[in-house]
C-alpha cells in the first residue's frame, strides 16, 4: 500500500509560477513510477507529466513541455511538479499517483497507476 499526499496547489496569476509536491510512504519511493495528472471542471482526467523509477526518464503532454518540469527526491520520498508560465487553461485539480509495477519506462495512462492521492487544487486567473 502506497499513500500519497499532495501539496502547494493554490491561487496564482496568469504567467506565473507554483510547485506541487507530493510525499508518498507505504513503500520504497524509489521503486515507484510517479506521475501527476489534472481534472478540469466538466472534464475528464489528463495525463500532465511522469518520471521513472528505473532511470528517472521523464515526460510531458504537450500542452505543459517547455513549462512543467517534474523532479523526483529518492531520499525524501517526494516528486515535485515545477509549473511556469502559468495559464488559465492549466486550473484544474492536480493529482499525483504511483505505479508499483516496476515496469521500465514511462507510464502515460491513468490506468497505469494504482495508487492515487487525494489532489490539490490550481487555480490561474487571467
Known amino acids: 500500500q502506497v499513500q500519497l499526499v499532495e501539496s502547494g496547489g493554490g491561487l496564482v496569476q496568469a504567467g506565473g509560477s507554483l510547485r506541487l509536491s507530493c510525499a508518498a510512504s507505504?513503500?520504497?519511493?524509489?521503486?515507484?513510477?510517479m506521475g501527476w495528472f489534472r481534472q478540469a471542471p466538466g472534464k475528464e482526467r489528463d495525463f500532465v507529466a511522469t518520471?521513472?523509477?528505473?532511470?528517472?526518464?521523464?515526460a510531458y503532454a504537450d500542452s505543459v513541455k517547455g513549462r512543467f518540469t517534474i523532479s523526483r527526491d529518492n531520499a525524501k520520498n517526494t516528486v515535485h511538479l515545477q509549473m511556469n508560465s502559468l495559464k488559465p487553461e492549466d486550473t484544474a485539480v492536480y493529482y499525483c499517483?504511483?505505479?508499483?509495477?516496476?515496469?521500465?519506462?514511462?507510464?502515460?495512462?491513468?490506468?497505469?497507476?494504482?495508487?492515487w492521492g487525494q489532489g490539490t487544487s490550481v487555480t490561474v486567473s487571467s
Open positions: 507505504g513503500r520504497a519511493f524509489s521503486s515507484l513510477t
Open positions: 499517483a504511483a505505479d508499483p509495477s516496476l515496469r521500465v519506462g514511462v507510464r502515460l495512462a491513468d490506468w497505469d497507476y494504482r495508487y
Open positions: 518520471i521513472s523509477w528505473s532511470y528517472g526518464t521523464t
